[in-house]
């Protein structure tokens, strides 16, 4: 087992950090009765002059899964920078929930406040077991580092029996994470951020590299999440959007190009002449 200075380090340069200390909750009562948990207004961010994002609106409802598409450099990656504090727009508004400015808010307060962000490439901890990757993740009103080997209580455990089962990975609770498959890190990264109790749920690109059965089990795992969670998926596989595909949202040149079910935007001509029909 890797010393705790080591794993500090890791969760540092891995930036896994943020989101592995005390969760500090935004609201306890977080303000979604009129639906929507994420309010996107009139975002722009220029880059050197260029608009990665102009004017976006976006309302994701609490709850829901949404898909994101559009080409390469339509703002995908760069929306969900804004939403979780890593860019700071040159203009527009983004609230989680009615009232809580994220804007207002630093990275690793949003990260610990409930958005929870999965990016392509998996991190986990890979010479430690599945169950410890869990372990390290729970989120703790108490400081993580002298009890990060502590006993665990009852309902800890519990959680953790939980999130095995939502993940798919039950029986590969004791093995190193380093032994899973590549959509097995995948499951187990999720996995860490449900450890979190995040209400929303930004996944980019989750079945870049998977197998074909490993793609059909991402798309059970996350149309379960949706509901007690807010899920944004942002994707370019669009068989898989299809699988999952609620609701969907096309991005390009940084605002919104159509949406609607995969019905309605696959039938749209604008969107065949700058994105399908590529």
Known sequence: ?????????????????DFMMPRIAFDPDLDTRHGPILY???????FDGFKALNGLTLYIDDGELRCIIGANGAGKTTMMDVITGKTRPDSGSVYFGQRIDLLRRSETDIAQGGIGRKFQKPTVFESHSVYENLELA????KDV?????????GAERDRIDEVLQTIGLGAESRRPAGLLSHGQKQWLEIGM?????????????????MTGQEAERTAELLTSLAGEHSVV????????????ARKVTVLHEGSVLAEGSMTEVQSDTRVIEVYLGE
């Open 233 to 244: 998926v942002v994707e370019h596989d669009m068989e898989f959007v299809r699988s999952i």
């Open 40 to 46: 996107l207004e009139d975002v722009t961010v220029s």
């Open 145 to 153: 580092w002298p009890t990060l080997f502590a006993r665990l209580s």
């Open 193 to 209: 951020l449900l450890m979190q109790n995040p209400r929303v749920l930004l996944v980019d690109e989750p079945v870049a590299g």
């Open 1 to 17: 087992m890797k010393s705790l200075d080591h794993l500090r380090e890791t969760m540092r340069r891995d930036r896994v950090f």
């Open 138 to 141: 729970m989120a703790s009103n």
